[in-house]
């Protein structure tokens, strides 16, 4: 058997699959987009989101997560290692005869773009064709392409955004402190997640309300990823965090009065 190639150069090989499936059920097809394009690892594709967590990113109750992904685990394309009732979160992972396929469909000469982690997603070709051996694939501007490029110097909470078209993505929080607009669904919202999850607060999509930006739908926060743990500018982003999150909830009950 020939080896695997890493999840991030076979991951729309391994998507197309799915899509072109005519049994999959488009619940399920929609919760293996979402693992695969927001919270897969680049090197294995695994991914470990509560059912709450991608309920709340595609509009559905964790229940119906929980049988869409049965659907898709039936389906042969993904193994679901559940969790525990003591804050143990499920594992998700795509399954070996499925990267083998997208494995085998790349080398044979799909020039289907990669999603790859060094060149900061998915590139545009200039002109495409229908998996055409010569230029690719056409589709939409990647959000996460234009994010990730700067990820390297993503960690300082003034950074405008960018090498990125519309100008800088930035405003200021009520006390004047400089915020990032972040896009739902990209790794950057993932980050935040993980890190308010240590520190014992709900996610960005439970806590704040989503803002309309440049034709996307995200969230105005301290800079695009959390600084180190423990450092100062952490315990300034998240006190501007909580800032936000007190002024989210009191805006809400001010709307509810009304």
């Known amino acids: ?22 049994e999959m059920d488009d ?11 927001a919270h897969a690892d680049h090197e294995t594709g695994e991914s470990r989101p509560s059912f709450e967590t991608i309920g ?34 499920s594992r998700y992972r795509p399954t070996e005869a499925a990267l083998k396929r997208a494995t085998d469909r790349r080398r044979e000469g799909d020039k289907v773009v990669p999603l790859s982690r ?22 939409p501007p990647n959000r996460e ?3 990730r490029k700067e990820r390297g110097r993503a960690s300082a909470p003034d950074l405008p955004d960018e090498g990125q078209s519309g100008g800088t993505r930035s405003q200021c929080s009520p006390g004047g402190q400089r915020l990032v607009f972040v896009p739902r669904g990209i790794c950057f919202v993932r980050d935040w997640n993980e890190r308010l999850a240590r520190e014992g607060m709900t996610t960005l999509e439970r ?45 809400a009950e001010h709307r509810h009065a009304i």
């Open 1 to 22: 058997m020939s080896e695997l190639l890493p999840f991030c150069k076979i991951k729309l090989q391994y998507l197309l699959e799915m899509v072109t499936d005519h």
């Open 27 to 37: 619940n399920a097809l929609r919760v293996a987009l979402y693992l695969a394009l």
């Open 56 to 89: 709340a990113a595609i509009g559905k109750h964790a229940k119906s997560v929980k049988r869409a992904l049965n659907k898709v685990e039936a389906a042969g394309y993904m193994t679901v290692e559940r969790g525990t009732n003591k804050g143990n979160s």
């Open 118 to 139: 060094a060149k900061g997603g998915q590139s545009r070709p200039q002109s495409g064709t229908d998996l055409s051996a010569k230029e690719g694939q056409d589709r």
């Open 145 to 147: 392409q234009e994010l």
């Open 207 to 251: 806590s704040l309300s989503l803002s309309a930006h440049e034709h996307h739908l995200g969230f105005w926060l301290p800079a695009r990823t959390p600084a180190p743990v423990g450092s100062p500018e952490w315990q300034d982003q998240l006190h501007l965090l909580r800032d936000l999150i007190r002024e989210t909830s009191a805006n």
